[in-house]
């Protein structure tokens, strides 16, 4: 038998393997051919778009267009095509798109014996080696110089208390932090003022340049405040396991406001604190009627500080007495007390009306059988939100803790029903996070606090992050807004933190390239509760790999490290997620008491991760976000209506 087969005459017989490989890599050909045919009309298609990017962004502009070409549909069957044939399959081009495709293009027509057209031998401006220098040097343009041994940057956000203690900032620049972050939501000018003087100061001592980046405020959409609860403090004495008293409860009696935080301050008036002595005894029926009392175990002008080993509820306006020597001295009467927070306790099924105005919130009334008579209230802070949502929509409380759908809208009030919350029953305070992941909310990404701030932010800082960027008409305010104050040189950070951000991202990405420097800072906390936190992993991947096709930097942000910055440890999950900040070009930690270990561990974790990795290849499905034609739209003012 012929071992070669008999598949045609002399010369033109094949094996079965080698008509399967000649097949395979026909196959491969037509599909890459098919990719760069389609990444080309794309940029035909879009070409007075991609004209309008900065000239030193222009081709990473182009280069996004061609991967998002490549995205719009399935390639794993090409890809194992070309993985059996030996070659590369594509799960790294985003960098450097096209050069990527006439490569394997140029292997595959020698691979099937014929001459590559001669488009092909022409480099195109992105190679293999610009497509990665110019994601490293947009990075260095907006974070300064890479640290020396460490390529990805670390963001710190500022406590309040770096104005006035000025050893946290040297600190935090010693142990490794390459940008520092102001949140414009708190403190102000003179404080930030402060902050910048004690970075200034750390740097020249310690020869080492930091950027500052301040993040704009951004409309807030929260809950309004609840209704105060009872006037009173409740104090305890610690015990041990068999119920015995090892340290007394610290009351402090005080004619003036105090709290140095060893004691629980009650205010009583001058008379009454200037005559205790050491040894007497302050004697009262606690708010459940019970005799109990305090040891006076230090004194001042106008304060006392006692010692009880007897758990206590003390009231506004409640009647106390001095003893000494069994004989009572002076009687006087409890201060006003702060009324202690109050919450809305939601489970399943039960309804929730969201209200506009300064309304405070409050329980559901019950009947006497237990029966519902009027249904929880709370405020909400921004009035767009009734005029915007529809019903059907979902709404989500504090982090995703409660979850609900608007069934009912009026012109100030939404009826929403509660589907879940976590534990089964959660409590629901004021000033917490709504978000609306399905509604179309008409609202300007800049409020009137962020143009006030960016008169100072156009002074002092080196960038500006743009907090619930949804559209290009936010990037355009703000563009217009940086234009007005002359200041060209700020570099601008795109915080993706809901849905139609992360939906848009490409556009938002265009039209941020008209001003650069940019980076995109993936907030995952807000976002992950908008797009469902079981498709947050996809989501931020899909973010990574936009951004590496615009060559621009990504700021991996949201809760990184926090167990460690708040408590002094990491917990394992935190250490793995550090680990993939390494995957971006800068990762941010929040502040916490023990921030500088946190800043100091995740160096360590960075340097030592990029010895493993730098981006990974992955397999390319469908990417909704890369179907331009899908791309959300203005919704009409009228409609639905």
């Not at 993985?83 to 960098?95: D, F």
């Not at 506009?356 to 009027?374: F, N, S, T």
């Not at 008209?514 to 992950?528: F, K, N, S, T, Y």
Request: glycine residues 8%; charged residues 25%; proline residues 6%.
């Amino acid at each position: 038998m012929d071992p070669i087969g008999e598949s045609g005459g002399q010369g033109a017989r094949f094996s079965s393997s080698e008509l399967s490989r000649a097949l395979r890599i026909e196959r491969a050909l037509r599909g890459v051919e098919q990719l760069r045919e389609q990444a080309l009309a794309i940029e035909r298609d879009s070409a007075a778009l991609l004209q309008k990017a900065s000239p030193m962004c222009r081709e990473s502009a182009y280069n996004l267009a061609h991967y998002l070409a490549v995205r719009q549909i399935d390639i794993r069957p090409l890809q194992r095509e070309l993985s059996q044939l030996g070659l590369s399959s594509l799960g790294v081009i985003e960098a450097h798109v096209m050069a990527s495709l006439n490569a394997v293009l140029q292997t595959l027509y020698a691979l099937s014996n014929r001459v590559a057209p001669p488009v092909l031998h022409q480099e195109p401006p992105i190679t293999f080696e610009v497509g990665q220098a110019m994601l490293a040097r947009n990075t260095e343009l907006l974070f300064g110089p890479s640290p020396d041994g460490r390529r990805v940057r670390v963001m710190v956000t500022m406590p309040s208390e770096a104005a006035d203690d000025p050893a946290i900032i040297p600190t935090l620049l010693a142990q490794g932090m390459d940008v520092m972050r102001i949140n414009c939501a708190h403190d102000g000018p003179a404080a930030w003022t402060r902050m910048l003087q004690h970075l200034r100061d750390a740097e020249q001592k310690m020869d080492k340049p930091c950027r500052v980046s301040f993040d704009l405020a951004g409309p807030k959409l929260r809950t309004g405040a609840i209704e105060p609860g009872a006037e009173v403090v409740k104090w305890r004495p610690s015990r041990n396991q068999l119920g015995k008293v090892v340290a007394p409860a610290m009351v402090c009696l005080s004619a003036e406001p105090a709290d140095d935080g060893s004691a629980t301050v009650i205010p009583v008036g001058d008379r009454f604190a200037g005559l205790a002595e050491v040894g007497d005894e302050v004697r009262f029926l606690d708010a459940r009627g019970r005799d109990r009392r305090l040891q006076v175990v230090e004194v001042s002008d106008k304060a006392c500080v006692c010692a009880s080993e007897q758990t206590a509820y003390v009231i506004s306006g409640l009647e106390i007495a001095l003893h000494r020597g069994g004989a009572t001295i002076a009687h006087d009467t409890i201060g006003k007390l702060p009324p202690r927070p109050q919450a809305i306790l939601l489970s399943s099924g039960d309804v929730l009306k969201v209200v506009h105005g300064d309304i405070l919130g409050r329980q559901a009334v019950l009947d006497d059988d237990e029966g519902v008579v009027e249904p929880a209230v709370v405020g909400c802070t921004l009035p767009e939100v009734f005029r915007d949502v529809r019903p059907g929509e979902r709404i989500f409380f504090d982090d995703g803790k409660i979850a609900g759908v608007i069934r009912e809208v009026g012109p100030e009030e939404l009826s929403v029903e509660i589907l879940s919350a976590a534990g089964g029953t959660a409590k629901l305070r004021g000033e917490k996070g709504i978000n609306l992941p399905d509604s179309d909310l008409r609202l300007s990404a800049l409020t009137e606090k962020d143009l006030r701030d960016l008169e100072f932010i156009a002074q002092h800082g080196d960038m500006v992050a743009l907090s619930f960027v949804q559209r290009p008409e936010d990037i355009e305010q703000l563009n217009r807004e940086l234009s007005r104050l002359h200041t060209e040189r700020l570099g601008t950070i795109l915080k993706i933190e809901t849905q139609r951000a992360f939906r848009n991202l490409p556009q938002l990405l265009w039209s941020a390239m008209e001003q650069p420097p940019v980076a995109i800072m993936v907030a995952r906390g807000d976002l992950g509760v908008e797009v469902g936190f079981e498709r947050l992993s996809e989501v931020q991947e899909e973010i990574l790999w936009i951004c590496e096709a615009a060559h621009v930097p990504v700021i991996w942000a949201t809760q990184v490290l926090e167990s460690m910055a708040k408590g002094g440890l990491p917990s394992r999950a935190e250490v793995t997620d550090a680990a993939m900040g390494s995957r971006a070009e800068c990762v941010m930690l929040n502040k916490g008491p023990y921030i500088h270990r946190a800043v100091e561990f995740l160096c360590d974790v960075l340097w030592r991760m990029q010895d493993h990795h730098d981006k990974r290849t992955a397999t390319l499905r469908q990417l909704s976000v890369a179907d331009l034609q899908s791309t959300e739209q203005p919704r009409s003012p009228n409609a639905g209506n």
